[in-house]
């Protein structure tokens, strides 16, 4: 489902199997999971295929996800590499998945554009994570946390450093979700202006 009123806050998250409306994609930033982080195996080609679609649109894309492995640092590291330079040469900018374990000798600085928090709560909370993300800002990275569905993460996330965040409530419940979402960005405004005023 694509939302009729875009803001330049709220973004989409598209996958292999989105119905995309692609004028929808010149309006407002965008960003392009794999689909493959919970299969065994992963063929790159029809996501590929995929993304070349989608370049027209690329100069409001944040950056398309290489391909990962849920919870699985080592894997995903095998997993990403080999089609990084893929991603590079349709022009995306790219997205380096940090699940548990990972560690700052794994991530390809050099090659990427951001840094994608994945994993769970715990994991994304550990200070591994902290001096991963200390690491991208230095480099002046994108850094992104997935599974953020309530205003406290959300908040939490505008507080320590992350420049976006999605997450899977305008899924399951889109009018509803979406209502959320728009107040949250709007608490989040107010209060970085605060902060601004005081400083």
């Known amino acids: ?4 009123e875009r803001r330049p806050d709220i973004g989409i998250m598209l996958n292999v199997r989105s ?3 692609r004028h929808h994609l010149a309006n407002g930033p965008w960003a392009v999971e794999n689909g493959g982080y919970e299969s065994a195996t ?5 996501w590929l295929r995929h993304l070349a679609s989608l370049t027209p649109y690329l100069s409001t894309c944040l950056f398309a996800i290489a ?3 849920l919870h699985d640092a080592d894997a995903t590291r095998a997993r990403s590499l080999p089609v990084i330079p893929r991603l590079q040469a349709l022009g995306f900018p ?31 909370s550990t ?6 993300v200390d690491q991208a800002k230095e480099k002046g990275l ?10 406290k993460h959300l908040r939490s996330c505008s507080g320590s450093g992350m420049d976006s965040a999605d997450g899977t409530r305008l899924r399951f ?13 709007d608490r989040l405004r107010c209060q970085t202006r605060l902060m601004e005023g005081i400083g």
């Open 42 to 46: 992963f063929d790159p080609e029809p």
């Open 94 to 124: 790219v997205a380096y998945v940090a699940q548990p374990g990972c560690i700052r000798e794994h991530v390809p600085w050099s090659e990427i554009g951001c840094l994608f928090l994945g994993g769970d709560r715990r994991w994304q």
């Open 142 to 151: 994108w850094v992104h946390k997935g599974q953020v569905n309530s205003w």
């Open 19 to 21: 119905g995309t409306a």
């Open 173 to 185: 419940s889109p009018v509803a979700a979406h209502r959320d979402l728009k107040r949250w960005m």
């Open 67 to 69: 391909p990962d492995v």
């Open 1 to 4: 489902m694509f939302l009729q």
């Open 127 to 132: 200070p591994e994570v902290y001096r991963l």
